[in-house]
């Protein structure tokens, strides 16, 4: 099993091979300055996933401890790449296919936009679960 993505203009694609973690959605004021609303991502062990297209792929410090991906040249957000951990996020967003899976989450709803609710049932995190 195997599921590939690309950026809106198809410069820069992936493929994670084996089952996707079930993603979460991210409130934070970072996230939501990045995507324009808040990001969902699936978090995947790196070597599970093959990027190809990196001319085309920028990589921003977003913090001292991440760094987020995107095209350059259509300017989609990508990845979340926490720089100590031995996985990827990628944003739902760019999956080309079906990726069967179900929201399990929302974190740092304390920071949530003001213009919008979250009451899907999913469970809410003020912050990071562990944080």
């Not at 091979?17 to 808040?38: D, M, Q, V, W």
Request: aromatic share 10%; with cysteine; charged share 20%.
């Amino acid at each position: 099993m195997s599921f590939k993505g690309s950026c809106l203009c198809g410069a820069v694609r992936f493929t994670v091979s084996g089952e996707l973690p079930a993603p979460t959605a991210c409130h934070c004021t970072i996230c939501r300055k990045h995507t324009g609303h808040f990001e969902v991502g699936t978090d995947v062990p790196r070597d599970r996933v093959a990027i190809s297209g990196e001319a085309s792929l920028t990589w921003y410090q977003s913090s001292d401890w991440a760094r987020r991906g995107f095209c350059s040249t259509c300017g989609s957000p990508m990845f979340f790449d926490p720089l100590e951990r031995d996985w990827i996020g990628i944003n739902m967003g760019a999956f080309d296919t079906p990726t069967k899976t179900k929201l399990s989450a929302h974190i740092f709803v304390a920071d949530k936009g003001d213009y919008y609710e979250v009451n899907d049932g999913c469970p809410q995190h003020p912050q990071a679960p562990d944080g």
